[in-house]
């Protein structure tokens, strides 16, 4: 169930990606918010119990959809600005929130080559590239660090 103190807390995560591109760490929001940073984790575990966050073992954001808090094999690029995404779908969900022009850059997992991916405000450009999907979308949760 999401409280109001976790409907902060995402959104002051998420302004935290968006501007810095940083997922911060329990202290630094803790600190940054003038919360006790077992408050914040105690949020933080709501948030993934309801899917919108995935946490590491230490209770730390690995993922605030479709942010990645770690360099995957998708990163986002805007300007200057860059953020990682978890997979190509997140990748286009990242781009879709910092609503601007981007280039997702990523490689084939099979072969190494390189792939770009250019997306204007109205969507991913022409490409001759195939994303695939190994999980069903209806399994994802099911090991959402694997999928």
Not at 118 to 145: C, L, M, N, Q, Y
Request: glycine share 6%.
């Amino acid at each position: 169930m999401s409280t109001e103190l976790d409907v902060l807390v995402r959104k002051t995560v998420y302004d935290s990606i968006l501007t810095r591109g940083v997922v911060p760490l329990k202290t630094a929001l803790a600190a940054q918010m003038g919360l006790d940073v077992s408050d914040v984790g105690e949020s933080f575990q709501r948030l993934a119990d309801a899917h919108m966050f995935v946490l590491q073992a230490d209770g730390e954001v690995r993922m605030a959809n479709p942010f990645s808090a770690a360099a995957t094999r998708f990163k986002v690029r805007a300007g200057a600005d860059e953020w990682w995404a978890n997979c190509i779908w997140d990748a286009l969900g990242v781009s879709v929130m910092i609503r601007r022009e981007a280039v997702v850059e990523s490689h084939c997992p099979d072969c190494g080559e390189s792939l770009i991916l250019e997306v204007t405000k109205d969507g991913p450009r022409a490409s001759s590239a195939v994303a695939h999907f190994a999980v069903p979308a209806a399994h994802w949760w099911d090991d959402i660090v694997f999928t």
